[in-house]
Nanobody, 119 residues
Framework: QVRLVESGGGLVQAGGSLRLSCAAS????????FGWYRQAPGKQRELVVT???????DYADSVKGRFTISRDSAKSTVYLEMNSLKPEDTAVYYC?????????????WGQGTQVTVSS
């Protein structure tokens, strides 16, 4: 079992920055992909970015150049640095952990952290 705990969300003005953290614990041996997803009210959950154990990343076009994913393997923590935030970035942000053989849906999810960007 894997437990994911997100933190760092909050209210920020457009153009501001936030840093989200996802602390992972439990049996992580089979986990080799971490990701951030978000869900805005009335919309489907969507990919923000993933990072593999090899360091490869995959960003959504809407956040390229503004968001950066990183990880601290020693702390089993994944970060999402969000800059130049826009009102359309407002959503609940979820951390996801999975093996490369799983889809995101089949992996583990955190409880989510709210990010609100005011105009």
């Amino acid at each position: 079992q894997v437990r994911l705990v997100e933190s760092g969300g909050g209210l920020v003005q457009a153009g501001g920055s936030l840093r989200l953290s996802c602390a992972a614990s439990g049996f992580l041996a089979g986990i080799n992909i971490f990701g951030w997803y978000r869900q805005a009210p009335g919309k489907q959950r969507e990919l923000v970015v993933t990072i593999s154990s090899g360091g490869g990343t995959d960003y959504a076009d809407s956040v390229k150049g503004r968001f950066t994913i990183s990880r601290d393997s020693a702390k089993s923590t994944v970060y999402l640095e969000m800059n130049s935030l826009k009102p359309e970035d407002t959503a609940v942000y979820y951390c996801n952990a999975r093996s490369s053989r799983q889809s995101a849906t089949g992996g583990y999810w955190g409880q989510g952290t709210q990010v609100t960007v005011s105009s």
